[in-house]
């Protein structure tokens, strides 16, 4: 199973991005998705997961009402859409993967994640 991000850059203040974290060697559908992010001297934090199906979602409190995060299942694709870049979203992004079917969003915040990326790195300039 292997999980690849990008989209990742330097952007300025304000701005937006979207990543993408692409999944291969596994059924996709079978896989609930989160991404998480890294940030300088901080631990790794949840930032918003998706259910199997895309039904149901789950955001931190920081990036509510400002990212969007969504699946094709057919492309087996995970997006996140990120709007009004502020400094402290500066992060090493991951989207990592949990077999399972689940119906909540939040699921990643019980369950840790099986399977991981090796992360694409988001630069929120001032």
């Known amino acids: 199973a292997q999980l690849v991000e990008s989209g990742g850059g330097l952007v300025q203040a304000g701005g937006s991005l979207r990543l993408s974290c692409a999944a291969s060697?596994?059924?996709?559908?079978?896989?609930?998705i989160g991404w998480f992010r890294q940030a300088p001297g901080k631990e790794r934090e949840g930032v918003s997961c998706?259910?199997?199906?895309?039904?149901?979602?789950w955001y931190a409190d920081s990036v509510k009402g400002r990212f969007t995060i969504s699946r094709d299942n057919a492309k087996n694709t995970v997006y996140l859409q990120m709007n009004s870049l502020n400094i402290e979203d500066t992060a090493v992004y991951y989207c990592?993967?949990?077999?399972?079917?689940?119906?909540?969003?939040?699921?990643?915040?019980?369950?840790?994640?099986?399977?991981w990326g090796k992360g694409t790195l988001v630069t929120v300039s001032s």
């Open positions: 990592g993967a949990r077999r399972g079917r689940y119906y909540r969003g939040d699921f990643c915040r019980d369950w840790p994640m099986s399977n």
């Open positions: 060697g596994f059924t996709f559908d079978d896989y609930a």
């Open positions: 998706i259910t199997n199906s895309g039904g149901s979602t």
